[in-house]
């Protein structure tokens, strides 16, 4: 025979229908799982000096975006022209990290800092800005206010686009050339002669628009380089595109200086601790073989 339940029950009256057994109810709620609050990898930073010297160095410092891209709903790529032409990749998701020599040391680079203050507009004053690991929250709540368009001013010219699309794979953007003069409104700059379009013509595409004899051109270009010096546009002085290296001495990064108005592959020190960029350079602890090229 079996006993009575030791189960205690607890009831309460209803107008119409008498006693209501809610213990079944009780036991129901207590088999939900409980929500957990999500944890960090690692632990919750503040700002420090460190990441504070890099904030103003992507505040400061003329970068730009390449490309962007969303893998998923919670991780973007991003390609920016760094400080001094390199193009590097960033990659906002849960571990946020670039492919600079800065970031593989294990800091929080000024081109992570970069994405999240001028192309995702999150506040510098924000947590999130300092984290090496961020929460699901935190990046849907970054991924749900970033602008759709970021401004113009920290979008890359159309010339490094292109050239970029064109390395990813091979693809051009759109207008990305830029005006060009008409042959019959000038003479070779080199001759001195007139060009019409039956005559092999090159231009310079990525500045001043003019033209030139190709013939001409390839003998100026010969004489530069035969002086150990870059190859520029006869006009403007531009470095020509063309002759301008892709890969600087062999480098692990990709260098378009060249593309960009208003970037120089010379580093502009005025954001840098003084006592610790002199120590960088006494030491040699470089993030690349040649400092006129790092970048961090």
């Not at 790529?77 to 906002?92: K, M, P, Q, W």
Request: proline content about 5%; glycine content about 6%.
């Amino acid at each position: 025979m079996i006993g009575p339940s030791t189960r205690s029950h607890k009831k309460r009256l209803h107008e119409e229908h008498g006693y209501v057994d809610l213990t079944q109810d009780e036991e129901s709620s207590r088999k939900k799982a409980k929500i957990v609050p999500e944890k960090r990898k690692g632990r919750t930073l503040s700002m420090t000096q460190n990441v504070r010297d890099r904030l103003e160095r992507a505040k400061g410092q003329r970068m730009f975006m390449v490309s962007r891209q969303m893998k998923d709903p919670r991780e973007m790529t991003f390609a920016i022209l760094g400080s001094v032409g390199n193009i590097y990749t960033v990659i906002i998701n849960k571990t946020p990290h670039c492919t600079c020599p800065d970031n593989e040391k294990g800091n929080l680079c000024k081109h992570i800092i970069f994405v999240y203050l001028k192309v995702l507009r999150v506040n510098e004053g924000n947590r999130i800005v300092c984290q090496k690991h961020l929460l699901d929250s935190e990046l849907d709540e970054i991924i749900q206010n970033a602008p759709k368009d970021p401004s113009e001013s920290c979008i890359a010219s159309l010339a490094v686009r292109n050239r970029y699309k064109q390395l990813e794979d091979g693809e051009l953007v759109e207008g990305d050339e830029g005006k060009r003069y008409p042959l019959d409104k000038e003479d070779c700059p080199i001759c001195y002669e007139p060009m019409t379009d039956k005559e092999e013509i090159v231009w310079c595409k990525h500045s001043c628009g003019n033209n030139m004899h190709k013939t001409c051109f390839d003998m100026w270009a010969k004489s530069k380089q035969s002086n150990g010096e870059p190859v520029t546009c006869v006009f403007c002085r531009a470095e020509w595109p063309s002759a301008a290296s892709s890969n600087p001495k062999g480098g692990k990064y990709v260098n378009m200086a060249a593309l960009q108005p208003g970037i120089s592959k010379v580093r502009d020190t005025s954001t840098y601790n003084d006592y610790y960029y002199s120590r960088r350079h006494y030491y040699e602890d470089d993030d690349e073989d040649d400092e006129s090229d790092e970048d961090y």
